[in-house]
């Protein structure tokens, strides 16, 4: 847990967020700010900075961070796909250094993601 980070805060309870998902390991919350008809954030619920930061060590949270990606979804009725992505730094849009990575879906996306 990191004090200064809003997703930690998030995960702690101290700052509300609509919960789709929680385990021991992974926090599934709303975006404030969906880019689709589905979004949402799956957080590690370690503090690890970004997707640059992840050891051998995080594969078991990882395998369950993917599981959960694929419930939701399914939860969600995305049966025509679904987009997973996490960007890594400030270059690429990464606007909270707590690693999570975004599930977009309910409609037909382009490339690159707008
Ligand atoms: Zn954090």
């Known amino acids: 847990m990191s004090a200064d980070c809003l997703f930690c805060r998030i995960i702690a309870g101290e700052i509300p967020a609509t919960r789709v998902h929680e385990d021991d390991q992974v926090l599934v919350i709303r975006d404030i700010g969906p880019k689709a008809p589905t979004h949402v954030l799956l957080l590690s619920k370690a503090h690890i900075a970004s997707a640059a930061d992840l050891t051998d060590e995080d594969g ?3 395998g369950r961070l ?4 694929a419930e939701v979804a399914r939860a969600e009725g995305l049966d025509g796909g679904w987009r997973l992505v996490s960007n890594v730094g ?3 849009g990464q606007s909270v250094p ?3 990575v975004h599930l977009l879906g309910g409609r037909a996306m382009g490339w690159p993601p707008g």
């Open 98 to 100: 707590h690693l999570h």
């Open 66 to 69: 993917f599981g959960v990606a």
């Open 90 to 92: 400030p270059d690429a």
């Open 60 to 62: 078991p949270m990882l």
